[in-house]
């Protein structure tokens, strides 16, 4: 089916090898599940090998020619990824492991900052219903540990963020705001502009999870103009165990870091230590060089293709999707039933069958979904459902993959009658 948007999929599948597979009896994979984890095309996987075969060493101190090597690939990746999301500076740029690391490393750092930074029990921490565990976990333990109170936006019918209270959500006590770009379960983008004036308001730091949006839309974060933006590599066919924060260089300058070791140091006696700048202030440690080399190769790969064409692409692809879903019967979306203003993740319930079950059907057909909370679990509760069943889409899905998965919950309905 010829959709308007969509890219050259037939030469893009050719990039990622597990998109030939056949699963459970010969059977041709389908592969939904781009939200949890994306596929790597050969690119990336080349560009991980030869590191490994040709320039494996651990980096900055070594003055050997593999040391060297290993230095100029890892730093050039950090050039790449700012470049990629339009950081006014490579030094804005901290490789953490993951996302959920990144956020950690702010909820951190501003519990042990100084004035005027630091979250204690005068100060208030704003966040969203629809976050993933990642960016309302640490948001709690910071609050018990500092006594501060956390506030959160709720959620409509249609699985948009309420803010009709905005004022009396982020106050003058507000010390930081904290929300999602494009919710993983909902699938929902966040009107951004709106959070950051009223934040900037109050001068309250703004923290962004980006880990749904790098993928597959232009970042830009200095449009954000958010303070900090976290997201993650395995998303945007990069590595498993490289995340990115960025953030802004006054602030990477004044605040304290989160962990201490090798690295991020600059003296260090028996009495006390001073730290190297930003941002190897929080680069504790041997940090994650290859998967930071394969983020980068994923980086270029995806640039080749450009982000804009990936967006569109992205659009038509749900757009279509959700007009199939809405054509079975008993099936209902969770979030936004229509394709604007929302990313290339679609949940949703089938009846009274648990999406469990719904699943594990499917992946006997040799279609690969979500099942489960999808951790967010807050949303699960407010929409009064034990889970959903998530089809989520990327640059290399096509309409006869959604054909497929329509196909497939018919089966599933004559399968439990």
Known sequence: MLLPGLLDTEAIRKDFPILDRV???????????????????RQVLD??????????????????????????????????????????????????KNASESLNLVANMLAWADEPYRVDHETEIVITEMEHHSNIVPWQLLAQRSGA????????????????????????????????????????????????????????????????????????????????????????????????LWGRQELLEDLPPFLGGGEMIETVSMHSSTYAPAPHKFEA????????????????????IGMENI?????????????????????????????????????????????????????????????GHHCARPVCLRYGIPATTRASFYLYSTPGEVDALIEGLEHVRNFFG
């Open 23 to 41: 699963v459970h009896d010969g059977k041709k994979l389908v592969y939904l599940d781009n939200a949890a984890t994306s596929q790597k095309p």
């Open 311 to 371: 967006a569109r692409h992205e659009h038509a692809i749900t757009e279509y999707a959700i007009r199939r879903l809405q054509e079975v019967p008993d099936l209902r979306i969770i979030g936004p039933t229509t394709a604007e203003d929302r990313g290339a993740a679609v949940s949703f319930t089938l009846g009274d069958i648990h999406p469990h079950d719904v699943g594990q059907v499917l992946d006997e057909q040799g279609i690969a979904v979500r099942v």
């Open 285 to 304: 440690g041997t940090p994650p060089i290859a998967q930071a080399v394969g983020l980068g190769a994923a980086v270029d790969y995806l640039t080749s």
């Open 149 to 244: 109170k956390l506030k959160w936006f709720g959620l409509t019918d249609d699985g948009r963020l309420d803010l009709s209270n905005i004022d009396e959500i982020i106050t003058e006590k507000t010390k930081v705001v904290s929300f999602v770009l494009v919710s993983n379960i909902l699938g929902t983008v966040n009107p951004v502009e709106a959070i950051v004036r009223r934040a900037q308001e109050v001068g309250a730091l703004v923290v962004v999870d980006a880990s749904q949006a790098a993928p597959h839309m232009p970042l830009d974060v200095q449009a954000l103009q958010a303070d900090f933006v976290a997201f993650t590599g395995h998303k945007m066919c990069g590595p498993d165990g490289i995340g990115v």
């Open 47 to 96: 560009v991980l090998n030869e590191h490994y075969e040709q320039h494996n060493a651990n980096v900055h101190r070594g003055v050997h020619v593999l040391a060297e090597e290993a230095t100029a690939l890892y730093e050039g990746a950090r050039d790449k990824i700012a470049a990629f999301i339009n950081a006014p500076s490579r030094d804005e740029v901290i490789f953490t």
